[in-house]
């Protein structure tokens, strides 16, 4: 009976599926609620999933996530997370200029290799301004020259050892008397290399190791601590010199060409021109000054939704793409506003014409869980860029507070009332800045605690692994040309076929993610 039910050989394999190309070939706006990667073969492990990307034309990224420039989830804490752990973090603009450099400064200070500009005091500095120190910059080892500069003689070291059983009264003790004295340090020449100054410090089992040249003068100096976060960080993200990766958000309002030359002398590694419609003269006029004025610096702009958009912003020389148009969960652009596109169909579009020229595109919005992240990775974008998603971790600015007997967070889009009254940067990337009534084209709202950075994006990772792996991509660079090859397939999702996709049919359930 069975012969008459089975027709064709072994080799026969239907086609079945939609590529690319004809999942978006019909005008439909899609999100990534509404298509499904079709599974290919595996034949290697989720480990082996290589997940390095592009973020602009010269920064590589070992995992492709990073946190969005908004004032209720990145400052230094998140973006120095971020970056330990493979990705990297955009400082949010919703602030003073200084404030805003001062967060890039202290991502750049936080890990190193060799700290070029080490925070140094002198002798004449009190006890009382260590204290502060550490309070600011969150650590007290401190080099003292002889006129607090980098470059001047190094006569001593100070250290919270040195100053930890002092009372109260004698915060205003000079340094020079409870220092530790240069003929007690340890130090190393000027002309060491990392791996040479890191076995100083390991049989010296000092915390810090001041470099100094010929003269005795300090030039740079290296830190213990920094030792063991790199053993603890493989995926650390960071630049030539070892110090973590950070970029930071900037408007295209003329006023913020004061804020971007802060920026870049803090050391930021690129900016993102932060503007809810990229495709403006004030945009591209910013690109052709930054390219003239900072040519290395690497700039990321948007947002965009379409190919058209795109071009002038490639025209311009961006290095970099932000694609999303309304698609986040606290914006509501495309309610008020009745412009945007959905996640999905945007993602594709402006990829899939970015990539003619080189420029990554950064899927920035409608990011609910790991399986959007793998599908915006699967549609062309190099990196995904997410907000609420990472709100409620313990890195994110804010207080927890609790309601109904639930740990939360503060969240808000950039485009709300909320925002736009707190600080001008917020209007201005609305264009609603000169505007007397402003039109809210975001929310306020609170999300569930996440807990940290440190044991939420290992799992991000893991899943993005395993995405890979069931669809037969043993890296991003390769899913990206599966998909452009047509060898990767996509099907619709009906209403039901979702339902069916989640948690359905139960009394009730726990939903542990990790």
Known sequence: MANYLISGGTGYVPEDGLNGAQLFSNGDGFTYNDFLLLPGFIDFAASEV??????????????????????????SRMAIAMALCGGVGVIHHNCTPEFQANEVRKVKKYEQGFILDPLVMSPKNRVSEVIDARVKFGFSGIPITETGKMGAKLVGLVTQRDIDFLLQNERSTLISEVMTKLEDLIVAPHGVTLKEANQILQKSKKGKLPIVNEQGELVAIIARTDLKKNKEFPLASKDETKQLLVGAAISTHIDDRIRLSNLVQAGTDFVVLDSSQGNSIYQIELVRHIKANYPELQVIGGNVVTAAQAKNLVDAGVDGLRVGMGSGSICITQEV????????????????????????????????????IVKALALGASTVMMGSLLAGTTEAPGEYFFADGVRLKKYRGMGSLDAMEQHKAAQTRYFSDLEKIKVAQGVSGSVVDKGSIHKFVPYLIAGIQHGCQDVGARSLSLLRSMMYQGELKFEKRTPSAQYEGGVHGLHSYEKRLF
């Open 50 to 75: 290589e997940l390095l990307s592009a973020l602009t034309k010269k920064i590589t990224l070992k995992t492709p996530l990073v946190s969005s420039p908004m004032d209720t989830v990145t400052e």
């Open 337 to 372: 506003m009745a412009v945007g596109r959905p996640q999905a169909t945007a993602v594709y579009r402006v990829a899939e014409y970015a990539r003619r020229f080189g420029v990554p595109v950064v899927a920035d919005g409608g990011i609910e869980n790991i399986g959007h």
